[in-house]
């Protein structure tokens, strides 16, 4: 596997996981936002936004790095009967 393909690899992997970071916090702060009859809940936006998007894009990386080990593993040349 070339070096542009293990790069690209990596970076889709991590947009991924950052997409997933922004889906799952939006599923966490759906109702959170505007309570009933309250004020909105700015600890939504101050925690668990920098929180679930810096998880997913670790998570994202993470999968990018064992992706790339796996294929490359995969790849390898056996070694020779000697």
Same mark, same amino acid.
């Given at each position: 596997?070339?070096?542009?393909?293990?790069? +690209? /690899?990596?970076?889709?992997?991590? =947009? #991924? *996981?950052?997409?997933?970071?922004? %889906?799952?916090?939006? $599923?966490?702060?759906?109702?959170?936002?505007?309570?009933?009859?309250?004020?909105?809940?700015?600890?939504?936006? +101050? /925690?668990?936004?920098?929180?679930? =998007? #810096? *998880?997913?894009?670790?998570?994202? %990386?993470?999968?990018? $790095?064992?992706?790339?080990?796996?294929?490359?593993?995969?790849?390898?040349?056996?070694?020779?009967?000697?």
């Amino acid at each position: 596997m070339g070096q542009r393909t293990q790069a +690209a /690899v990596g970076c889709l992997s991590t =947009l #991924a *996981g950052l997409g997933a970071g922004i %889906a799952v916090w939006n $599923v966490r702060a759906d109702g959170r936002i505007h309570r009933f009859e309250q004020g909105p809940d700015w600890r939504v936006f +101050a /925690v668990d936004l920098p929180l679930c =998007l #810096a *998880g997913g894009t670790l998570a994202g %990386a993470l999968a990018g $790095v064992l992706l790339t080990r796996l294929l490359t593993a995969r790849h390898a040349d056996p070694p020779g009967r000697g």
